[in-house]
């Protein structure tokens, strides 16, 4: 089994952090799902089409899956990369589509902005995922011998 330190670190703390807003996102609250899916149809307007109820299951499953690509090391780097990259492209959908989340440049992020600004973090990692998934120096781990 091959596997490259940098891969995994980027991975396992996206991965770990995007599963455990998913997973608080299960049974999520009608009114919640409400003033998400409104934010959200800033970036994507056919969310509108679902109710908060399937739109808030949709987020909730869609962060686990995210997550999950990314903390089990038998999805390759770059299928897992792109995944991220879909996710973060829709989060930043919302940020700069979104007058009230940048200040008047369009670009810098407003206070409210902020949250969403982080995102484009995520955009790094995935492209760096997506790169390195191939030609990376990878570090040979050997099985270990049973007694």
Known sequence: MAFSLSNTILRSVTGAYILNSGIGKLGLPEEAATGLQQ????????????????????????????GSALLLPLVPTRV??????????????MYFRNSEMTQADGI????????????????AIALALVVRGAGSKKVKVKEVAKD
């Open 39 to 66: 934010m959200a149809s800033q970036g994507i307007p056919q969310v509108e089409s679902l109710s908060p109820k399937q739109f808030g299951w949709l987020v909730s499953l869609g962060e686990i899956a995210v």
């Open 80 to 93: 897992a990369g792109l995944g991220l990259g879909a996710f973060s492209a829709g989060m930043l959908s």
């Open 108 to 123: 810098r992020p407003s206070h409210a902005g902020t949250p969403l600004s982080k995102d484009l973090w995520l955009a």
